[in-house]
């Protein structure tokens, strides 16, 4: 064994993820990194828990093609609709869908045909999610 690594216990571990503190495996060793002051279109994947939970339930291409909205500065919020937009991404699709705020436990309604058929947080909805934490964390570290 390393004696550089140190192997967490369950305690630890539980204790860190507790605390907010992400916690990335490289392989080896552990490492455990601090939150940033800064969240930007890059970062915040590692630092929202429903990006997370999304990957680790295979829902994969909703949470990749979420941060591509992102990264392509697809969302913009209109005051008039009092609602987010979310255009297309070029070359993908031509529609732009619309994110409603909602008092459910999603907390946003898209009226694209994968969340009105189930009911489940899409692409769109976690694009504004992922925008809003970014505005939100950048707000409160300033």
């Known amino acids: 064994m390393e004696a ?8 630890e571990i539980a204790a860190l993820r507790s605390s907010k503190v992400a916690i990335e ?12 002051k800064e969240l930007n279109e890059d970062n915040v994947i590692y630092w929202s828990t429903t990006y997370q939970k999304l990957m680790g339930l295979g829902d ?3 949470a990749t093609k979420a941060h591509r909205f992102l990264k392509e500065k697809c969302v913009k919020y209109n005051p008039d609709k009092k609602a987010f ?3 297309p991404i070029k070359g993908y ?15 946003f309604k898209c009226n694209c ?10 692409s769109h909805i ?3 999610r992922l925008s809003l934490k ?7 570290n300033e």
């Open 60 to 62: 994969r291409p909703i």
């Open 4 to 11: 550089n690594r140190k192997d967490l216990t369950a305690e």
């Open 93 to 107: 699709n031509k529609t732009t869908y619309t994110v409603k705020p909602t008092n459910d436990e999603i907390g």
């Open 134 to 140: 970014i505005k939100n964390w950048n707000k409160k």
């Open 25 to 36: 495996k490289k392989a080896k060793p552990w490492v455990v990194k601090e939150p940033p």
């Open 126 to 128: 976690l694009a504004v």
């Open 85 to 87: 937009e979310v255009k």
């Open 113 to 122: 045909q994968y969340h009105t058929k189930t009911k489940k947080v899409c």
